[in-house]
């Protein structure tokens, strides 16, 4: 089968694509990055049924603490009620269906700002000015409808599935991988959104290979990166998944030497972990750094981009000084896979311009492609 057939869809041509053993496979079809069809089909069966991150739990902090998030053209808030646990709400008024809360804060109650339709902390109807005269109104009935919410070692993850896995059952063998690492303990340090004109997969993609460190990071972490010394082991089917090893006199990079706790390779291995569909981290063991991604649009991708530090460091002062130039670092190299990726995604919208073979360093690149391929239906 021709992959590159434009009597297919775009599905079809990304099923043929990944069809091959991985020592054949070419890049995805230009089609599942460019087509409004391709998009629409992973909101629907993607977006809408898996886990999505929206960030740290350590982020909200206090009850009535709040965020707000869309998932496939759903808004959604996020908060700590009152007892202190993690919730997911509808973010559209019971009334006339306005939205209710914008960006973050911390509210004592959610207040809707069209007509002041009044909710508490678990949803349901505190008070509804003008409504006495309805004599069907029943505020007891009325409340935003809840949507599953969980702490996954200090991640919120959120899904309109009611049917989805847990994400401790799912995602076990990334506990089994990192567990040592206890990522619930990491504090979060800064927490940014941004808005790149490239396709959500392809700053995936990005992530998921160093192939391109050398060259595409040359003037910041290129020169610290050998190609030979690479290896990209076989992913599970919920995520892909590598590693580096950095020098003992990284800052911050490394154990902190008053660790006791990890011993050999542990204390100097980097992960860099693809949680599917779109949370990707970057974990060491003296801070952490993330990117949760959302399609807004085929060329373009909302990125929630944040990043802490490891226990041990929090209290340490030269640690914060350190951090501020680590954090320095990862804005230098966000802008450089910003401009990357931006271009491929130009390159995507060519004419002449087609997907060419992959390199072994980019195996998670393929089995991406192959995930992709078992959620799309047709």
Not at 23 to 51: D, N, R
Not at 107 to 126: F, K
Not at 339 to 347: F, M, P, R, S
Request: with cysteine; glycine share 8%.
């Amino acid at each position: 089968m021709n992959v590159h057939n434009a009597e297919l869809s775009p599905a079809e041509q990304l099923r043929a694509n990944v069809s091959v053993p991985f020592s054949s496979a070419t890049a995805m079809p230009k089609s599942v990055y460019t087509s409004e069809e391709f998009l629409a089909q992973e909101l629907e069966h993607i977006f809408a049924k898996e886990w999505l991150c929206a960030g740290r739990a350590d982020a909200l902090k206090e009850p009535g603490d709040y965020l707000t998030m869309d998932i496939a053209g759903e808004p959604v808030i996020v908060l700590r009620d009152r007892d202190g646990q993690l919730r997911a709400l509808s973010n559209v008024c019971r009334h006339r269906m306005s939205t209710l809360l914008e960006g973050r804060g911390r509210a004592r109650a959610i207040v809707c700002p069209y007509h002041a339709w009044t909710y508490n902390l678990d949803g349901s109807l505190r008070g509804a000015p003008g409504m006495t005269l309805n004599e069907g109104f029943c505020k007891d009935q009325i409340s935003l409808p809840s949507i599953r919410c969980v702490d996954w070692n200090g991640w919120i993850m959120v899904t309109l599935n009611p049917d989805a896995p847990e994400p401790h059952e799912h995602l076990k063998e990334l506990d089994n991988l990192v567990g040592y690492l206890d990522m619930a303990s990491y504090t979060e340090t800064f927490r940014e959104e941004l808005n790149w004109n490239t396709n959500w997969k392809v700053l995936g993609e990005n992530f998921m290979e160093s192939y391109h460190l050398p060259v595409c990071h040359s003037d910041t972490i290129g020169g610290f990166v050998s190609l030979e010394k690479m290896t990209c082991p076989e992913g599970f089917p919920a995520f892909n998944y590598h590693y580096i090893f950095k020098t003992d006199d990284a800052p911050l990079t490394n154990a902190h030497p008053a660790n006791t706790t990890l011993t050999g390779d542990q204390r100097t291995k980097t992960w860099l972990i693809s949680v599917y569909p779109a949370l990707f981290i970057t974990l060491t063991p003296g801070y952490f750094w993330y990117l949760s991604l959302h399609p807004d649009g085929p060329g373009k991708v909302k990125v929630l981009y944040g990043g802490g530090l490891h226990p041990d460091y929090v209290n340490d002062p030269q640690a914060q000084e350190n951090f501020v130039k680590v954090k320095a670092l990862l804005d230098s190299v966000n802008d450089e896979d910003k401009g990357c990726t931006e271009k491929v995604y130009q390159g995507l919208l060519s004419k002449l311009g087609g997907p060419g073979a992959l390199s072994h360093l980019e195996r998670p690149n393929f089995e991406f492609a192959q995930y992709i391929a078992s959620k799309i239906p047709g």
